[in-house]
T-cell receptor, first 114, second 112 residues
Framework: GDSVTQMEGPVTLSEEAFLTINCTYT??????LFWYVQYPGEGLQLLLK?????DKGSNKGFEATYRKETTSFHLEKGSVQVSDSAVYFCALSARETSGSRLTFGEGTQLTVNP | DAGITQSPRYKITETGRQVTLMCHQTWSHSYMFWYRQDLGHGLRLIYYSAAADITDKGEVPDGYVVSRSKTENFPLTLESATRSQTSVYFC???????????FGSGTRLTVV
């Protein structure tokens, strides 16, 4: 079945450091890929998405490129801020197997210190 | 206000009681979902619905019941609450595959 594997957390960085959170997936066909962010006490918010190979999703300084050859969708940001502290979830939706259902990774806790 | 709202925000109930969590969305999205979030398990799908009067089981449906008589509402009922159902419950909706989900703010349920 479909699955998403994220790098284990927690991740702790200093402000202005470079961020990478790895995400790899297993899916049938050509899934759409998503990154969600969850701030403390809140629901998940869509951060960015990519719907086909080589697409780059971007938002709020975050980027991720859909790499079909490596089945990856790694999240990057060049300079993190304290306000980026949150839990980040990678997810996929594979039409052939799940319709509009999303399969989520376990989440990666990011803490950014001033 | 447009959006997806969940109620109540917090709920404490006793073992064996029936409890219903409410979810309401204002966009007329076709798809709606219920997830539970637990430490160590991430997000797990309980039930989902592709349209009014169409529902299907997710990964962890046991002990839960859903209905969707109207497009905008998707209540989740715990028929006889157990301590293992203590969790944070999230409702979400989407118009379709490539749009991503919009999540509600969650209901924190404690079963004592």
């Amino acid at each position: 079945g479909d699955s998403v594997t994220q790098m284990e957390g927690p991740v702790t960085l200093s402000e202005e450091a470079f961020l990478t959170i790895n995400c790899t997936y297993t899916a049938t066909g050509y899934p759409s890929l998503f990154w969600y962010v969850q701030y403390p006490g809140e629901g998940l918010q869509l951060l960015l998405k990519a719907t086909k190979a080589d697409d780059k999703g971007s938002n709020k300084g975050f980027e991720a490129t859909y790499r079909k050859e490596t089945t990856s969708f790694h999240l990057e940001k060049g300079s993190v801020q304290v306000s980026d502290s949150a839990v980040y979830f990678c997810a996929l939706s594979a039409r052939e197997t799940s319709g509009s259902r999303l399969t989520f990774g376990e989440g990666t806790q990011l803490t950014v210190n001033p | 206000d447009a959006g997806i709202t969940q109620s109540p925000r917090y709920k404490i109930t006793e073992t064996g009681r029936q409890v219903t969590l409410m979810c309401h969305q204002t966009w007329s999205h076709s798809y709606m979902f219920w997830y539970r979030q637990d430490l160590g398990h991430g997000l797990r799908l309980i039930y989902y619905s592709a349209a009014a009067d169409i529902t299907d089981k997710g990964e962890v449906p046991d002990g839960y019941v859903v209905s969707r008589s109207k497009t905008e509402n998707f209540p989740l009922t715990l028929e006889s609450a157990t301590r293992s159902q203590t969790s944070v419950y999230f409702c979400a909706s989407t118009p379709g595959l490539n749009y991503g989900y919009t999540f509600g703010s969650g209901t924190r349920l404690t079963v004592v």
